[in-house]
């Protein structure tokens, strides 16, 4: 094993969602989300069944024996916001609520902490109806879920994700239509990004209130490549570079939009961001891979976390050569990693919180012996104790994911999982990528003693 010696106290994880994994999409009160309404319009290319998923929600307790097994000190899974309250807004749904209860009080059990992510993805279909993150009035509906699932769990809980990928949501859902609720607007989408930034900071100072501590945010972030020397592909890749990363680090970390952003924004914008930007105890990176980024043109063939961009966009994507790729044809450039936290800390300095690592893995189909992923994560393991050795404050690592679940649109066909899952029989199968990852786990707990 050559993965590198990490700082005492590291804190080492495995992540999860609810809509990937819980199934029971309508069980004990739970509400339709905007990803159940999409799904159920064909939009899931291989036909995967979603309203199952990986039977979480009934296979919980074996999961978290999967996590007791790795050894991993946390569990990063996600709320769902129609399970706790069905329309959005309004009525609670006690059974909902209970059921997180019950998955919280069975990590402490495991000595496992809790980090639940408040929202991934899956908005109640009742509010996506009324606009989704369209509707400003969305992100005051969020606060009050927040709040809600906060008093029920703060006992328990001793950290706290609000949000995950803005970014996804606005350009997948909202600018693309590749994802749920499948709107086209291209730059007319920027209000879903503003709203979600709103949510997150009001979410904050929700679970503030319950008496919660030890918040943070779960941001997507990609070096950006420029794919030529000309000033067109500059312009083409500096605008892409804020679309997708500064857009939303901005607000939360300085409470200013980058430059040309602000006046694009709907609302109060000036005291949205004071609410924005309010104080984090730490920071989450996802990372997945670089992106590469020029002029637009006939060339740029290549896509958005694997769909395909359309044309009339001021910037052109291309494919990143000379790399090894994942089953979604994601580059595996585990120095990007590195660079994006460097990144991170050359921007932000001293106003970056300590950063969490909470999405990083790979989509590999190899049922058992799935090497390429232990390669995989083996070398970004050692590219982040490169960014830990140049200066950069990182505390943990979660990866993507403890076991396979429903990769949005592509279904079943893109596996990530440490664990395998048979969709027929819902049976789980530790992959030599778990036993790797909990020896891993073990060998920087000796050196801990040590």
């Known amino acids: 094993m050559t993965v590198p010696t990490f700082p005492p106290g590291f804190l080492w994880g495995a992540s999860a969602s609810a809509f990937q994994t819980e199934g029971a999409y309508d069980a004990d009160g739970k509400g339709p989300s905007g990803w159940d309404a999409f799904a159920a319009q064909g939009r899931i290319k291989d036909g995967t069944d979603t309203t199952r998923g990986t039977g979480f929600h009934e296979h919980y307790r074996e999961d978290v024996a999967l996590l007791a097994g790795l050894g991993a000190d946390a569990f990063r899974f996600s709320v769902s916001w129609p399970r706790v309250v069905p329309g959005g807004s309004g009525a609670l749904n006690p059974a909902g609520l209970d059921f997180y209860d019950r998955l919280v009080d069975e990590l402490c059990a495991h000595g496992i902490t809790p980090a639940p992510t408040l929202y991934h993805w899956d908005t109640p279909l009742a509010l996506d109806e009324e606009g989704g993150w369209l509707n400003r009035d969305t992100a005051y509906r969020f606060a009050e879920y927040a709040g809600i699932v906060a008093e029920r769990l703060t006992d328990?809980?001793?950290?706290?994700?609000?949000?995950?990928?803005?970014?996804?949501?606005?350009?997948?859902g909202y600018?693309?239509?590749?994802?749920?609720?499948?709107?086209?607007?291209?730059?007319?989408?920027?209000?879903?990004?503003?709203?979600?930034?709103?949510?997150?900071?009001?979410?904050?100072?929700?679970?503030?209130a319950a008496g919660a501590g030890n918040i943070g945010v779960a941001l997507s972030h990609s070096p950006v490549w420029t794919a030529g020397e000309s000033d067109e592909d500059r312009m083409g890749a500096e605008l892409y570079d804020t679309l997708t990363n500064w857009l939303f680090a901005d607000p939360v970390l300085t409470g200013r939009y980058p430059e040309g952003i602000a006046g694009l924004m709907p609302g109060p914008v000036e005291d949205d961001l004071e609410t924005i930007s309010a104080p984090l105890d730490w920071y989450g990176v996802n990372y997945y891979n670089p992106t590469l980024v020029g002029a637009p043109g006939p060339e740029a063939r290549a896509s958005f976390s694997g769909y395909t961009m359309p044309e009339g966009l001021p910037f052109g994507i291309r494919e990143i050569q000379g790399y090894d790729t994942t089953d979604f044809g994601w580059p595996v450039v585990p120095a990007g990693l590195t660079e994006t936290l460097r990144q991170l800390r050359d921007r932000f300095d001293d106003r970056l919180p300590p950063v969490y690592i909470t999405e990083n893995g790979c989509a590999v189909d190899e049922p058992v012996a799935d090497t390429r992923r232990i390669a995989y994560l083996e070398g970004h393991l050692g590219a982040l104790r490169t960014a830990i050795d140049a200066g950069v404050d990182v505390r943990g690592y979660f990866t993507w994911s403890l076991t396979d679940n429903v990769e949005w649109t592509e279904g079943a066909s893109k596996r990530f999982g440490l664990v395998h899952i048979d969709y027929e029989t819902l049976r789980r199968t530790p992959k030599e990528s778990y036993a790797w990852y909990r020896d891993v786990i073990r060998a920087q707990r000796a050196g801990d003693i040590g």
């Open 175 to 208: 600018a693309l239509g590749e994802h749920a609720p499948g709107r086209t607007l291209l730059f007319d989408a920027l209000p879903a990004a503003h709203h979600q930034l709103l949510a997150h900071g009001l979410a904050v100072r929700a679970l503030r």
């Open 156 to 172: 328990r809980v001793p950290m706290w994700i609000t949000v995950n990928e803005p970014a996804e949501v606005t350009l997948l």
